[in-house]
């Protein structure tokens, strides 16, 4: 493995794209679909939402590096053939990078708060920033608030969008409605409904992962909840949150169907519900780790397909 493929595989470039993606789509198709004055000066100019989504590429980049330092032992053994740290990236390289890119979103982040006064968003980033090498060090080896770190940073990548649009959590009620130049109160809940199902199909997905890799996690004393509670009562806890999503998905849809969407509707439930249908169907036939890590991988397309929904906004 040469030095080039070496760090495009430490920082996960696959998962950089996805967040870059997640946050275009949102923005452009949500937010800008949602216009109705057709004020720009109130939308901030497109070139500080560049800044935005490479500062939160870097900081994710940084969270990657990071977990992988710190986790050389258990992925020397959960996944050998991955392992770069230590191998073809020398580990003082590694926390370098790590510095690097942390410091590259925080100054990043600073640019696009101060041009556009949203300081919740270089507050969040540099929240992001430390609770990812918390999550690193400590978090991830204890019992479930590790996954609930990574899903909700996961959901951050959509929230912050919303606070850079100049939303707030309370802003669409009362006499500030007429200060935006789009519908506030359904960029509310649309960015709701996004946040709630990156926050548990991340969760979901983070569990699954656990499953993954007990066998390794066990070795090094890690506290997650396949070690401590067990695989059956692990899977029925992965179960119920795809149940209650499920559920949830459905209840939009029928929604969505009353108001004409039936392409989109039709679109979640073949291309969201049933291949998490899918996945609930052979979470309890799973066993080895290669069952577990293509459940994984299945829950990682369905959140793509998730995300791929927010173009229905903009066709539409």
């Known amino acids: ?14 998962n950089l794209f996805f967040i870059a993606l997640t946050q275009w789509l949102f923005y452009h198709c949500i937010v800008l679909s949602l216009e109705m004055n057709h004020l720009e000066t109130f939308i901030p100019f497109h070139f500080h939402f560049l800044l935005l989504m490479m500062a939160s590429v870097f900081i994710a980049a940084a969270g990657y590096i990071i977990n992988d330092y710190f986790d050389l032992q258990i992925d020397i053994v959960n996944k050998p053939e991955k392992v770069v740290v230590d191998k073809t990236v020398k580990r003082r390289w590694a926390i370098i990078l790590h510095i690097l890119f942390s410091i590259a979103g925080i100054i990043l982040s600073g640019m696009v708060s101060y041009y556009t006064k949203k300081w919740v968003i270089v ?23 590790g996954n609930i770190v990574i899903a909700a940073l996961t959901g951050w ?42 926050f548990v199909l991340s969760l979901i997905r983070e569990v699954v992962k656990d499953l993954e890799d007990m066998y390794g996690d066990a070795q090094f004393n890690c506290q997650t909840m396949p070690i401590v509670l067990g695989v059956p009562a692990t899977k029925v806890f992965v179960a119920v949150w795809i149940v209650v999503c499920v559920l949830s998905l459905l209840v939009v849809q029928l929604y969505a169907w009353q108001l004409g969407w039936w392409i989109s509707s039709l679109y979640a439930i073949f291309f969201i519900v049933v291949p998490l249908l899918w996945v609930l169907k052979n979470l309890f036939q799973a066993s080895a780790a290669k069952d577990y890590h293509r459940l994984s991988i299945q829950l990682k397309v369905v959140m793509l397909a998730g995300i791929l929904s927010m173009l229905f906004f903009k066709i539409l």
């Open 1 to 14: 493995m040469n030095l080039i493929t070496a760090f495009f595989k430490l920082i996960r470039w696959p």
């Open 123 to 145: 507050l969040g980033n540099v929240g992001s920033v430390l609770l990812l090498w918390v999550y690193s060090t400590r978090f991830k080896k204890k019992l479930l608030i």
């Open 157 to 198: 990548v959509i929230l912050v969008v919303y606070f850079y649009a100049g939303a707030t959590l309370i802003n669409y009620k009362g006499w500030t409605m007429h200060l935006y130049p789009y519908d506030i109160k359904r960029l509310f809940k649309l960015t709701v409904l996004y946040v709630g199902f990156a």
